[in-house]
């Protein structure tokens, strides 16, 4: 009967209306669906009918027909459908959202209680003062987890030290390198990328208002250097390449250079890149043999092309 149809119709309404309060999406999806369409959109079909119903829907003599009363009364059965399906995707967006996660500023303590040992609480960590949820990672974050000495607290320096007791499990970067810097905003980037977001832990690198103390300025600043440091490396590699190598028990070790003759040369910015000095094999044409810095291998001659090496 109209009477229940209209009662469906009210009842499909009514549930809308209330998963609506409690889900923005599903406030937005109401608003589309009640919008009121254009001039534009309605012409000319339903200006047209409306103009039709004094006229087309008279009766013989003049007087309108009951039957067509009944015909508004009635709503189509497409219309009742798609009331009932929209109300279902209501329902399926409102199950499916995420909740709302609102970045904050923590405190050491706060931060220290959510190390995996309590099931109802995420699992949070610190990496240069900024906090990440990495409970989906539980298995290795969780108690027993090969990485839960990071959960619960900020152990940045630990992140390029691998020194994970004591002492290592610190905040505390100063003596790193300027490529140990580089690596520790790189690592903050996976974090990013891979977990949730959480807010600023107050203390080292940022002060109780969120700001970002000069501590971490210094490591942004230094990590700057680092990846310069670390192109010009690589682009004196790129103009001076590796010399080949190879390794047997019964020959020992050689290296060789498919054009030039090997040479020891240290590491571009390896002292500031690591705080280390090293040197790599590389190979040097004729007309580049007298610059500062070159070393002959042992036992080999100057224009030798394969050096014999320990």
């Not at 210094?218 to 310069?228: D, E, L, Y």
Request: charged share 20%.
């Amino acid at each position: 009967s109209s009477l229940s149809l209209h009662s469906a119709q009210f009842a499909v309404s009514s549930r809308m209306s209330a998963m609506a309060d409690y889900s923005p999406s599903l406030l937005n999806l109401r608003s589309r669906s009640n919008a009121r369409p254009s001039a534009a959109a309605l012409a000319p079909d339903e200006f047209d009918d409306s103009a039709n119903r004094t006229g087309n829907k008279l009766g013989g003599d003049g007087v309108p027909d009951p039957r067509d009363r009944d015909e508004d009364l009635h709503p189509a059965p497409a219309c009742l459908g798609l009331a009932i399906a929209v109300f279902f995707v209501a329902i399926v967006l409102y199950l499916s959202s995420e909740p709302v996660v609102r970045p904050r500023i923590w405190t050491k303590e706060e931060l220290a209680i959510h190390n995996g040992t309590v099931e109802e609480l995420p699992i949070l960590l610190g990496i240069l003062g900024n906090v990440y949820d990495v409970t989906k990672g539980r298995t290795h974050y969780g108690v027993g987890g090969s990485y839960n000495h990071f959960a619960g607290r900020d152990a940045t320096r630990a992140f390029v030290s691998g020194n994970f007791t004591g002492d290592g499990l610190t905040d505390s970067v100063r003596g790193l390198s300027p490529m140990q810097l580089k690596s520790l905003v790189d690592w903050q980037k996976f974090y990013n990328k891979s977990y949730i977001y959480m807010g600023k832990l107050v203390g080292t690198y940022y002060y109780p208002n969120g700001t970002a103390t000069k501590e971490l300025k210094w490591v942004h600043t230094n990590a700057k250097v680092g990846i310069k440091l670390l192109k010009q490396q690589e682009s004196e590699e790129k103009k001076h390449p590796n010399c080949n190598s190879r390794w047997s028990q019964n020959h020992g070790g050689e290296v060789w250079c498919d054009i030039g003759y090997p040479r020891l040369v240290q590491k571009v910015g390896e002292l500031h890149l690591t705080g280390k000095v090293s040197s790599r094999c590389a190979c040097y044409r004729m007309e580049e043999l007298s610059q500062h810095g070159l070393k002959v291998y042992e036992g080999c001659s100057s224009l030798a092309s394969t050096c014999k090496v320990s």
